[in-house]
């Protein structure tokens, strides 16, 4: 959109306009969906039987809070959101494995050492699944624009073919450029 286009709305719609075009909000948003997802499953998974999942589920209701708000400050403590989806790499996958760490250990050590829940077993177990769940379903989330990106661009079959001369250093800044910009350029190869 045109830095003009919400300026120019009124009320409501620029509100709207204004919300569905920042990115760190839905990022934020499937995280926390995601996060709550991972750690209903690792309850579901480590208590399998239903009437053990009905006995532990009063246990699962007051830590939920608390560990998807660990997550999220682990999460934006170390950095997640400050990386672009489409360039997602390596060092990104590293952050979202310092946050998946840092927010369940928070949550773990917060749960059993705090009064309001020693009156409990809690599980620990449950805090491991939630932790591989989460790094599992964060990064793929991540990486899945960046897949995406990337087969939309290969699949265009339109535009000016270009061949690129030279495969190393070089021609890689030269792809990532073509691949960045939304030119009508189409990738045939290298020399």
Not at 12 to 20: G, N, P, Q, S
Not at 55 to 76: G, L, W
Not at 94 to 109: C, D, E, N, S
Not at 124 to 131: D, N, Q, S
Request: proline share 1%; aromatic share 16%; charged share 20%.
């Amino acid at each position: 959109y045109e830095d003009g286009d919400v300026a120019q709305e009124s009320g409501v719609k620029a509100i709207v306009v204004e919300f569905m075009h920042k990115r760190r909000v839905a990022a934020v948003l499937l995280d926390s969906a995601l996060v709550s997802l991972c750690y209903y499953v690792a309850y579901r998974l480590r208590f399998e039987d239903p009437h053990d999942f009905a006995r532990n589920f009063d246990m699962f209701q007051r830590s939920f809070p608390i560990v998807v708000a660990a997550q999220m400050i682990a999460f934006f403590a170390v950095g997640v959101y400050r990386g672009v989806w489409r360039h997602f790499g390596l060092i990104d996958s590293l952050a979202i494995a310092r946050g998946v760490f840092f927010g369940a250990l928070t949550a773990q050590l917060f749960i059993t050492y705090i009064r309001y829940f020693q009156f409990f077993a809690y599980s620990r177990t449950v805090f491991a699944i939630y932790g591989v769940l989460v790094l599992i379903a964060v990064t793929l989330s991540r990486a899945s624009f960046r897949l995406v990106g990337e087969f939309v661009q290969r699949q265009k079959r339109s535009g000016t073919r270009v061949v690129i001369y030279g495969a190393g250093d070089g021609g890689g800044l030269v792809i990532r450029e073509l691949l960045s910009r939304d030119t009508e350029n189409r990738l045939v190869g290298f020399i």
